[in-house]
DNA sequence: ATAGATTAAATCGCATGCGACCTAGTTCAA
DNA sequence: TTGAACTAGGTCGCATGCGATTTAATCTAT
């Protein structure tokens, strides 16, 4: 008997206590946020926001991606990359423009400034790092985890 | 030797991989809008954001709560918190309303329609749950780890 | 008793995210 | 080869989130 295996959902609607620190979802999205609380001030230095820090991350990782390769890479639909990718180059971080052999596409380049933020970029990791009272061990199977659950759920979208 | 230990940072700035897929921060950021991705459907038919969705979950958990007391439950601000409350209430579901003890407070009730939701509701978990293909202990940890990871990241905001 | 500090919400501005739709370039099939 | 289907980006609207600021109510120390 007991709890939330009750699959029938009889009898007790009422009196489920429905935790919200039960809620794997609400672990996700609180730590998302505490990670952007702390993330704010580094990357503020740096002119970034978060999403623009994981875009230039991507950039760094591989220059010259189109607009689609770089949704591919951070998970990102082109309607909210093609506002982001604007803003940033008007901060001079990148330069878009057309492909050549395929009109359709826009490729998205570092300019020098975005190229040199790289270093500047280097404290970061290892900023955050010092905050996650963790051994690196446990950090990276909860990244990898988390990236597995990620993926299933994703795949449940297409699918 | 060897990768991100190099704690002097020196050397290799441009060529360290920077993997996207290595950092932790971007698999909770990922994995969060998953999880969005995966209730939308779901709280559509509700007639719920997920936000929304949050705010009711700590509303069933305890009724008449005020702003700031959702606010330390859901961990938003009450910038973010007042126009969210505002549409609910536009939406029917709560009732929003000064305290008469004291004046600044606003309480918010869940209307008849609020509490019926909840058994609207009961499918959610359950059917998020079919979508993780994971047993439940591995879940239960998760979450645990998270929330841990999350309060530590608070704390240092607050220190 | 009352001025100043504190507190709870609310307002404003900006940057995401994404669904729905649009546009222009490319491909494919008859 | 040419019109339909497809594809890559872009635009628009709406709902978060949050920093900065404001307003109104309460508290506090003199």
New interface residues.
């Given amino acids: 008997m007991s709890d ?1 295996g009750d ?1 029938t ?1 009889k009898g007790s ?2 009196d ?20 952007n ?3 704010k001030p580094m990357l503020d230095r740096l002119g970034l926001t ?1 999403p623009q820090y ?1 875009v230039m ?2 950039l ?2 591989g220059d010259g991606l189109t607009v689609g390769q770089i949704g591919d ?4 639909e082109t309607n909210t990359l093609t506002p982001l990718l604007k803003r940033m180059e008007g901060s001079g971080l990148v330069q878009r423009s057309r492909c050549a052999e395929d009109e359709r596409q826009v490729r998205v380049k570092l300019t020098e400034k975005g190229r040199a933020l ?2 500047e970029a ?2 970061v ?2 900023e ?1 790092g010092s ?4 051994d690196t061990a ?3 199977r ?6 597995c ?2 993926d ?3 795949a ?2 297409k699918a």
Avoid at 20 to 27: E, I, N, Q
Avoid at 131 to 134: A, D, G, P, R
Avoid at 142 to 147: A, G, S, Y
């Fill in positions: 939330k699959i959902g609607v009422a489920d206590p429905m935790r919200l620190g039960d809620f794997l979802c609400f672990a996700v999205y609180s730590a998302n946020h505490a990670f609380r702390v993330y978060y994981v991350v991507a760094w990782e890479r951070v998970l990102l790289r270093a280097a404290i990791p290892r955050m905050c996650l009272e963790k446990t950090l990276e909860l990244t990898h985890e988390l990236t659950l990620r299933g759920l994703l449940r979208i």
